[in-house]
């Protein structure tokens, strides 16, 4: 494991190239096609059975669905800086669904009776661990590589085969727990819902955090790294079996029984709060392992896009303060927040549209072969006028007014405190010139500047200039008629 969190030069990658995923062109892609006829055969047989008991079928769909989205999104959203495209985490989540959860009731009962014959005794109690560790981890992993084998390109790292092995253990965890909360169902052959909700506390609740999402996001982790790295064959070697040995070691652990004495009540069922301590016991490290490897290919991605930033020539679309506010979910979150206190709902949407500007530029300029690249300037724009949009609403307390301009000429927002040494540059023009906000001439103006006032430009974008007056009074004016002071 240690392979993996060795910090290699940053490699520039390219993001900007988008693969997709039906490639008839591809022998995996109709491998693909055809095991999901196999395995969906299956799995849809097993569906249609269950939803013979339609209440608990349908409340076992609807907790499964309460748990699945919003681990999808956050699975999604954890990788920071090139998500993946949509139709491929479908494609994820269809073959840890269906192709998947099929293949592997196949292989289960195959193996499980080998293994019932051949040491009976044993497989009463040792015979899933035995047996679903080697076969679904594997079944799981072959997703992960046929969609690198259909779409290489959208392996660039690590944290990219993780997001697609999480999509399908998401997907199989999905399916393999509507059967779940099912079992005790028809067992009782009664159509009922306590029995799923049980189910869905000690699966989901209890243990949701620790299942096929963990394990084959671990897996998936593992053979991204071997895919894609510069490393040695012998580190992506160890890299690649030191996160599948974690894998299926968390699987047969999980499936074990052991610290089943936890779970020891005096012959009664187990309270709630005994059940989340032995799932905590069993899948807690694992988790954290999963965790820290993450946190190691996102450092990596972020080295990625800033050593795809560092070649552009304006360095002030790309200040270190935002390069940094970058790097997590947390302190993204926290720069919209900051911003949001001080410039108000505006300020936050604006810093959310910043940053997707910043990490769209990324994806642009690693495709692209110069600079000068048209693409590249209209996003360089896009940055400029988003951050123009803040300027003037940046600052605490209101400026004085305008010499000779009405009250609306005081900015609201606009700070008037500690001005630099006043040396104008410009004038305004001999028939005065309105002033707005906001560089958008859609707004009302907010002030009208009398002519021949003196003003100092400090910023300009296309032919907007921003303006400050003696008073420390800020706005936005049409720069093509300032008059340049002699």
Request: hydrophobic share 50%.
């Amino acid at each position: 494991m240690s392979a993996l969190v060795v910090q290699a030069p940053p490699r520039v990658p390219r993001w900007g190239l988008k693969g997709t995923f039906v490639k008839p062109q591809q022998p995996a892609f109709w491998l693909f096609v055809a095991l999901f006829f196999v395995g969906g055969d299956k799995s849809l047989g097993i569906q249609l059975s269950l939803a013979e008991l339609p209440t608990s079928f349908l409340l076992s769909w609807v907790l499964v669905l309460l748990y699945a989205v919003p681990v999808a999104f956050l699975i999604y959203r954890l990788d920071l800086f090139e998500r993946e495209p949509k139709a491929l985490l479908a494609a994820a989540l269809i073959w840890g669904g269906v192709i998947a959860t099929g293949l592997a009731i196949y292989a289960n009962e195959a193996w499980g009776s080998v293994v019932g014959k051949v040491a009976p005794d044993i497989a009463l109690d040792w015979g899933a661990a035995i047996v679903a560790p080697p076969v679904e981890e594997t079944l799981k992993l072959m997703g992960v590589v046929l969609l690198f084998l259909i779409v290489p390109e959208e392996f660039d790292g690590p944290l990219d085969g993780f997001v697609y092995g999480a999509m399908v253990g998401l997907g199989f965890t999905a399916v393999e727990d509507t059967m779940y909360f099912l079992m005790p169902v028809f067992a009782s052959g009664v159509d009922q819902t306590g029995p799923v909700i049980d189910t869905f506390f000690i699966r989901v609740i209890g243990g949701g955090l620790y299942g096929h999402v963990l394990f084959a996001g671990l897996t998936g982790m593992g053979f991204a790294y071997f895919a894609t790295s510069r490393a040695a064959l012998s580190r992506r070697i160890a890299g690649f079996g030191g996160c599948f040995a974690a894998a299926f070691l968390a699987h047969a652990f999980w499936d074990a029984p052991l610290l089943d004495d936890v779970l020891a009540n005096g012959g009664a069922a187990p309270t709630q709060t005994q059940i989340l301590l032995w799932c905590t016991l069993k899948g807690l490290p694992f988790l954290i392992l999963l965790g820290v490897l993450v946190v190691v290919a996102t450092r990596s991605e972020e080295r990625s896009f800033r050593a795809i930033v560092a070649g552009e020539p304006d360095g002030s679309l790309f200040p270190e303060p935002e390069l940094r506010a970058l790097g997590s979910l947390w302190t993204r979150r926290s720069a919209r927040a900051e911003a949001g206190r001080r410039l108000g709902p505006a300020g936050a949407r604006l810093m959310g549209e910043l940053q997707s500007a910043q990490i769209d530029y990324a994806m642009v300029r690693s495709r692209s072969e110069s600079v000068a690249d048209p693409a590249l300037e209209r996003l360089r724009q896009r940055i400029r006028w988003i951050r123009a949009r803040m300027v003037p609403i940046s600052g605490a307390p209101a400026a004085a007014s305008l010499p000779g301009a009405p009250a609306a000429a005081t900015l609201p927002g606009v700070a008037a405190a500690a001005a630099p040494a006043w040396s104008p540059t410009h004038l305004a023009p001999a028939g005065g010139m309105a002033a707005w906000a906001v560089p958008d001439p859609s707004q009302p103006p907010v002030a009208s500047l009398p002519p021949g006032l003196e003003l100092v430009v400090e910023w300009r974008i296309d032919d907007w200039a921003l303006v400050r007056a003696l008073s420390g009074w800020r706005g936005w004016v049409d720069g093509r008629l300032l008059v340049e002071r002699r």
